[in-house]
């Protein structure tokens, strides 16, 4: 699936579940299994903690990017890095809060494409 952005157009079928159910299903099952490691290897923590730890990791996320924007030489492997942390602290977030990020996700996403759906029509970019 390919998607042509620039114009508001969409290759993508967003009109039926085909597109929404996998994310949906596959985010459920991927944090159903950082929950069971979380629990397994690591103390229980508030959701509160996990915010914090994310945006800490968003944080050096960002530096990293700012310093590649501002020329200076990057690993690769560090952004690699710190995006991965970015993700476990989500989970681990969600988690906490009892946050269904599949389902989460699923409806956000339906949200901003009915939005880009709505601008398109009036020739706005979403």
Not at 42 to 68: D, I, S, V, Y
Not at 81 to 94: G, R, S
Not at 97 to 113: Q, T
């Amino acid at each position: 699936m390919m998607s042509n952005a620039h114009n508001g157009e969409s290759t993508f079928d967003l009109s039926n579940e085909d597109f929404y159910e996998p994310i949906k299903n596959n985010l459920q099952q991927i944090q159903t299994l950082f929950d069971a490691y979380q629990q397994a290897c690591f103390q229980a923590r508030p959701p509160e903690f996990f915010a914090l730890e994310l945006c800490g990791e968003a944080g050096e996320l960002a530096n990293l990017e700012k310093k590649r924007w501002k020329g200076k030489a990057v690993n690769p492997h560090d952004i690699s890095d710190e995006a991965a942390d970015v993700l476990i602290a989500l989970m681990n977030f969600a988690n906490a809060s009892g946050i269904n990020l599949g389902e989460a996700v699923r409806a956000k996403l339906i949200r901003i494409e009915n939005k880009r759906q709505r601008l398109a029509e009036q020739d706005e970019t979403y």
